[in-house]
């Protein structure tokens, strides 16, 4: 079976603080891409980070990096210095190759609250 | 540079009424997609296309019809509208495989 697994439905964080997000998948394929978005309540689908099945080292962007556990399928998401602009929906996803055409399959989603 | 452009943003239908979503996108993308998103869920693929005239169903295609006459377009078709529809939908392009999909804004369907 092809699922996302998110096993957090809701995560709250201080400001200023650090969060983990987590994932994790099952997929049999070797050649995939592991990808993290971000939905705020404008409805938006906006890409956060991606990783590369192929590639041992962690991706990072700016605040947000991910932990990439390839053996064990999970993918987690670390948000630092959390800001108020960072409450959103969080959805983890991975993208195969599938007789030629993508398919993108997304876990259900993280909420993420920012307290200030 | 407009990116994935969806309209309308919002509808409100009568079931059993017929519409089509409108997608268009200017990046020269091979590879269109539609999605669902229901509270609470993830999106689940209905259908997707890998270049003009090319398509397939996805995880939820019944009650969806697709087209691809143009590689910039992808209308969505709901023949009959169904409660069961009522959802936020998504469409989405993207080129080569190790390219991030770009997502439009959405659409809002509310179904009576």
């Known amino acids: 079976a092809q699922t996302v697994t998110q096993s957090q439905p809701e995560m709250s964080v201080q400001e200023a603080e650090t969060v983990t997000l987590s994932c994790t998948y099952d997929?049999?394929?070797?050649?995939?891409?592991l990808f993290w978005y971000k939905q705020p309540p404008s409805r938006q689908m906006i890409l956060v980070i991606r990783?590369?099945?192929?590639?041992?080292q962690n991706a990072t962007e700016n605040r947000f990096s991910v932990n990439f556990q390839k053996a064990a399928k999970s993918f987690s998401l670390k948000i630092s210095d959390s800001q108020l602009g960072d409450a959103a929906m969080y959805f983890c996803?991975?993208?195969?190759?599938?007789?030629?055409?993508?398919?993108?399959?997304f876990g259900q989603g993280t909420r993420l609250t920012i307290n200030p | 540079n407009a990116g994935v452009t969806q309209t309308p943003k919002f509808q409100v239908l009568k079931t059993g009424q017929s519409m089509t979503l409108q997608c268009a996108q200017d990046?020269?993308?091979?590879?269109m997609s539609w999605y669902r998103q229901d509270p609470g869920m993830g999106l689940r693929l209905i259908h997707y296309?890998?270049?003009?005239?090319?398509?397939d169903q996805g995880e939820v295609p019944n009650g969806y019809n697709v087209s691809r006459s143009t590689t910039e377009d992808f209308p969505l078709r709901l023949l009959s509208a169904a409660p069961s529809q009522t959802s936020v939908y998504f469409c989405?392009?993207?080129?080569?495989?190790?390219?991030?999909?770009?997502f439009g804004d959405g659409t809002r369907l509310s179904i009576l």
């Open positions: 296309s890998v270049g003009a005239g090319i398509t």
């Open positions: 990046m020269n993308h091979e590879y």
């Open positions: 997929t049999s394929e070797s050649d995939y891409y």
């Open positions: 990783q590369e099945a192929y590639k041992q």
């Open positions: 996803a991975y993208r195969i190759r599938v007789q030629g055409a993508q398919k993108l399959v």
């Open positions: 989405a392009s993207s080129g080569v495989f190790n390219q991030p999909q770009h």
